[in-house]
């Protein structure tokens, strides 16, 4: 098998794990508050990272940073997966999972904004146009296809979503200053986040023991869109010599995710859903307009 053929495959199972998720986030709300999924799910990938670099050898680098790498690791563990995750649960549990995941999906466009302040980048036409194009697609699914009426079906819960994107991308843009190996420092980060997840537990949620459902959803979301996405898509574009033939296959995703939503959830999906949703993946093929 050539190289370039295994890394696709690579990026292939990243893309169909991660049309997964927002099943898998649904699914195990119905057992689960939003903290409480966040504090379970946290706490199982957190100890795969560990696992992964135990069989790495690499253990002990995660120990062996510099005190601005660990400053730096406290900022990214509060924005990631503390309160990215803990605002997006809470969408989803508001939503329904056709809804809050093309939503979620504009990160991207929220991204290439945020680096113009941040990171001092110019943006062109292609940023208008995709800024413009994809946000009609959020109006059309947030009304259910009744943009003119302006009537969200969760006012919150589609703020909530919208929201989940500026924590995102503003975690990505501070780990351009992260130069660790990948798995070292995203396991120092959902360290340095643990206890902001535990505080927010404590203060706010019953103590209660985990039903089995919830757990084994939690035990997912943690290992897979936490862990095991995020390594195979770094394998895929280490392995690659087209980085944009790989990145393209995320387009994938969310059109994957509504069939996993209907089979699995049970939920109709609306024409306006799949309307919106072309609209948001046309606005980030407009990015990428040269």
Known sequence: MTTQRRAI????????????????????????TPIELLLYSGSFSTLLLGAILLYQGKFRLAFECQPSEYLLSILLGLLSPFLYYLILFKAYELLP???AQPLNYTWAITL?????????????????????VSYCGVVVISTEGKPFSLQFTDPLGVTLALSSTFIWALYWIYNTRDSRDPVVGLFVNFLCSFPFVLSYYLLTA??????????????????????????????????TDNTAKISNLIFLSPFLSLFFIYFLIGEKILTATFIGLILIVAGLFCQRIK
């Open 112 to 132: 290439s904004l945020l680096a113009v302040p941040l990171l001092k980048q110019k943006i062109g036409w292609q940023q208008w146009l995709a800024l413009v």
């Open 206 to 239: 019953e103590l209660r023991i985990p039903s089995l459902e919830g757990l084994l959803g939690a035990l997912y979301i943690g290992t897979v869109e936490m862990g095991i996405c995020f390594i195979l898509w770094l394998m895929a574009m280490k392995l």
């Open 9 to 32: 495959l690579y990026g292939l199972g990243a893309v169909l794990l991660w049309s997964t998720v927002a099943t898998a986030f649904k699914l195990s709300l119905r057992h689960f």
């Open 97 to 99: 999972a056709q809804q």
